[in-house]
């Protein structure tokens, strides 16, 4: 099947890029990774959204290496889990990801929630600089942190974080921590942009999906386009790989991006940072 025109890429700090619509695959098992990020990747994508969590490092590789697609063509995410936060344990960790993904380098690694009870999260960002400096990982940053734990990372450490990846759709726009992001100079990353699906049955997108000849997924990912987010939608289902990566060819106006601010209800999917890990 034809490829579908590639996403647009933001820039990252340090003069890197990033392309603003990639896969996610949470929740995909590690045996069915290899043909999803495949599929994936022969319809255009260039960017993937793992995790060690995840436990589909190793198919995510191999879908990377069946798809044929050069290395340094493709933008490839991974985090360190909350049970390796530390210096030491989250060089093992990236050492270890690093094995099961096949490669020699990630584009960006991340730490995947700042697990404040624990602490540690400024010791852990001191070893994702010091792989960024050996340049393991091309770029580094985090994800689920609030103002409040940045602030903390701002002021002892050396690297500003190149991306926060935070839950965010339209319950959930995080109109503050956005525009905290964009004063840092931090790029904001949208997980769970669908709401895990579960936004895609409001009429407001089914109006906007009439009036525009898309679908409501296809709605809110315009959506996020248009916010300046990147976005991460995963998916399992060819045909919806397809559709989400769709969504370069039209525009929401004033009054779409109204409507749909108008679904902000606080409403998370996940757990608050502060109470995770
Ligand atoms: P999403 O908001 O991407 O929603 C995924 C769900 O929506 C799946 O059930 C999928 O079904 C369905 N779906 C996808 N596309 C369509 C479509 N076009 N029409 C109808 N239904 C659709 O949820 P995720 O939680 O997976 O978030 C995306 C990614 O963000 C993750 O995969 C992961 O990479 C990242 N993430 C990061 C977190 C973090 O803490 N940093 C936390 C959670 C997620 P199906 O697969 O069956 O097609």
């Given at each position: ?79 360190v889990?909350?049970?390796r936060?530390g210096y030491d344990e989250a060089l093992r960790a990236f050492d270890e990801s ?11 690694y ?14 852990t960002?001191r070893a994702l600089?010091a792989i960024?400096?050996d340049?393991r ?141």
């Open positions: 099947m034809a490829s579908l025109p590639l996403s647009p890429v933001l820039p990252l700090a340090g003069g890197r890029t990033i392309p603003q619509l990639g896969l996610g695959v949470y929740k995909v098992e590690d045996a069915g990774a290899a043909d999803t990020v495949r599929v994936a990747l022969e319809a255009g994508y260039r960017h993937v959204d793992t995790a060690a969590l995840y436990r589909n490092e190793a198919g995510v590789g191999e879908g990377i290496r069946r798809s044929g697609v050069p290395r340094d063509e493709l933008f490839v995410t991974t985090k889990w909350n049970d936060h690093l094995g099961r993904l096949g490669l020699d380098r990630v584009d960006l991340l730490i995947h929630w700042p697990a404040p009870r624990q602490d540690r999260y400024v010791e960002w600089e960024a400096a340049g990982a091309t770029s580094i940053g985090v994800s689920n942190f609030e103002p409040h734990h940045l602030d903390r990372l701002l002021t002892r450490s050396g690297i500003t974080p190149a991306v926060n990846q935070v839950e965010l759709h339209p319950w959930l726009p995080q109109a503050e921590l956005r525009a905290y992001n964009a004063a840092h100079g931090i790029l904001t990353e949208a997980w769970s942009p669908l709401a895990r699906g579960r936004v895609l049955g409001s009429p407001v997108l089914a109006g906007l999906a009439a009036k525009h000849g898309r679908t409501a997924a296809q709605i809110v990912l315009r959506w996020h386009l248009q916010l300046g987010n990147v976005v991460i939608p995963k998916s399992v289902t060819p045909e919806r790989i397809r559709e989400n990566l769709d969504v370069f060819g039209f525009v929401l106006d004033a009054g779409d991006l109204d409507s749909i601010a108008s679904l902000a209800s606080g409403e998370r999917t996940g757990l608050h940072p502060d109470d995770h890990g």
